[in-house]
């Protein structure tokens, strides 16, 4: 058994860190994670260093995680700035601290990666490796974001064990009940949000709107360029970052060119406008990033959700997430959806503080969801 800490993906060969890929899951195949690094999207300048983790037996890789030392908590979508104002407070550093994620992208996905039947081998190596790295490195803290269900479950039952706690959060999904058309859909929702739907779409069409459905062979450089202005006007209006950039949206649409999901929009000079940014593995279409230059009634709703649905039940695809936040997302038809997270805190003072807090916040986001009524007929 040999178990090692790597500063770069391409360390490990893609096609041993692809076989334990499930569900053909874009954000966690070794291309998106190498054009990350490629592209400096991921450095110390943005405050993401990778420290992946490999498990190699006899030679054969059984086990991996995609790690990151950070020293910000910025792209990650699981709040802990209470926790750092605390440690700040008291003289305490929390960063460095180690993240298991995918850098800005709050979907959900692989964290402890294995082959099929090796979880009960794997998933301990993986827990105890990273506690043993974090207290000869001195990290604060070791956090888990947005794993699957197997994984939370496991490491849930695994608290008392390692002394992890567990976080909840909520997000809003849109899962396809085997419909055959857009309107199969509607027909599902109460008449009002289906009758506002339909005004929303209209009011797209009614303005000369052209949108346009793309993927990695038939996007041009000109169409990333524009993505790529789009992205970064976005996050110049609100005053983030734009940490990604067009030689990586150009890279994975290379790569993996049938994941990519890129909807742009022309006025009526032809001129495009807007876009929106998804992936897709075998079952679920992921939403990630929206940008424009001419503010156009309903047009977000359009290319950010509409047309995701619209591509889910097209292609059979069984789920929608298109992102973190977003309580006016059950009017067009998804749900509440409770999202998982697991930490583990270093020799910290603070363990029985952060532990309450931890069990008032699963309280409140239960209250949360079970006040939000169903957009769907009968529900």
């Not at 592209?39 to 420290?51: K, L, N, Q, Y």
């Not at 047309?307 to 936040?325: M, R, S, T």
Request: with cysteine; charged share 20%; hydrophobic share 35%.
């Amino acid at each position: 058994m040999q178990i090692n800490i790597h500063s770069k993906i391409k360390q490990i060969p893609a096609k041993d860190w692809n076989a334990l890929v499930k569900d053909n899951n874009p954000f966690l195949r070794h291309e998106f994670l190498s054009a990350l690094e490629n592209h400096d999207c991921v450095s110390d300048a943005f405050g993401w260093r990778p420290c992946h983790i490999s498990i190699q037996q006899d030679g054969k890789l059984i086990g991996a995680m995609p790690l990151y030392s950070k020293t910000n908590s910025y792209g990650e979508f699981v709040f802990d700035h209470a926790w750092a104002d605390a440690y700040q407070r008291n003289q305490l550093a929390y960063f460095p601290k180690l993240v298991s994620s995918i850098p800005y992208t709050p979907a959900s996905g692989q964290r402890l990666l294995c082959r099929e039947g090796d979880q009960e081998l794997v998933f301990p190596l993986l827990i105890k490796t990273i506690q043993q790295f974090a207290q000869q490195q001195n990290y604060s803290s070791f956090h888990c974001l947005f794993p699957l269900k197997i994984e939370q479950d496991w490491m849930e039952a695994q608290q008392n064990e390692f002394d992890l706690l567990s976080r909840h959060d909520c997000q809003f999904h849109w899962n396809n009940q085997n419909y055959n058309s857009f309107d199969s859909f509607l027909a599902k929702l109460d008449k009002k949000k289906r009758k506002n739907i339909r005004q929303e779409r209209k009011k797209v069409t009614q303005q000369n709107i052209q949108l346009r459905q793309l993927n990695g062979h038939t996007a041009s450089d000109k169409d990333w360029q524009d993505f790529t202005h789009f992205y970064q006007q976005t996050f110049t209006e609100k005053h983030g970052h734009a940490t990604l950039n067009e030689g990586f949206f150009k890279e994975v649409a290379h790569k993996l060119p049938d994941q990519v999901l890129l909807i742009l929009a022309d006025n009526e000079q032809g001129e495009c406008i807007a876009g929106s940014l998804m992936f897709h593995s075998n079952t679920t279409l992921y939403g990630r990033h929206w940008g424009c230059v001419e503010q156009v009634d309903k047009l977000h709703f359009e290319a950010c959700y509409y047309q995701g649905i619209e591509f889910c039940i097209n292609n059979k695809l069984q789920v929608f997430e298109p992102g973190a936040q977003g309580e006016h997302k059950i009017a067009r038809g998804f749900i509440p959806t409770l999202t998982r997270s697991s930490h583990w805190l270093n020799n910290s003072p603070f363990f029985d503080s952060v532990q309450q807090f931890t069990q008032h916040e699963k309280q409140g986001v239960a209250q949360y969801m079970q006040s939000l009524k169903s957009p769907y007929k009968d529900c």
